[in-house]
């Protein structure tokens, strides 16, 4: 998986030093929350202001923290870098209609918002 999302990211981008990035990133959230996982249930913190009994985690929490995690954090780096390339490559004499990757492209993404919930909806069929 790691390699494949490295070839597909050097294809998107064009780049070298850019996908090994959004891959490190990737990778430091998913530590941080496979590691804040572990230390609130498995270890016990934070089970008396929760309410919970600490004890040996479920075998497909992580898997699924793992798919949700890397998914989400993968889209959002994709989404950011696409914007800055667009930006980097876009002519000097045409005004951007839209905010641009540095000063303001994470509050500019109202698509993976809207989409987001849609694709947990019981109710809705693929559209292919």
């Known amino acids: 998986m790691l390699i494949t999302t490295l ?5 998107l981008l ?3 030093v850019l ?5 490190l990133m990737n990778a430091l959230s998913l530590s941080a929350a ?19 009994t600490a004890g040996p985690l479920d075998p497909t929490i992580p898997v ?3 798919c949700v995690v890397f998914g989400l954090s993968m889209d959002y780096e994709v989404f ?12 000097a004499t045409i005004a951007p209609r839209s905010p641009t990757a540095s000063n303001g492209a994470a509050a500019w ?13 019981p109710s809705r069929s693929p559209a292919w």
Do not use: C, Y
């Not at 496979?34 to 919970?52: E, K, M, P, T, Y």
């Not at 993404?109 to 909806?121: D, H, L, T």
């Open 7 to 11: 070839i597909v990211l050097t294809v």
């Open 14 to 16: 064009r780049s070298v």
């Open 19 to 23: 996908p090994f990035k959004a891959v």
């Open 34 to 52: 496979f590691r804040a996982l572990v230390w609130v249930f498995d270890q016990g913190h934070l089970s008396n202001i929760l309410g919970f």
């Open 64 to 66: 699924l923290l793992f």
């Open 80 to 91: 950011l870098l696409t914007r800055m390339q667009e930006a980097w490559f876009a002519p």
């Open 109 to 121: 993404s109202p698509a993976p918002r809207r989409s987001w919930p849609a694709s947990f909806s």
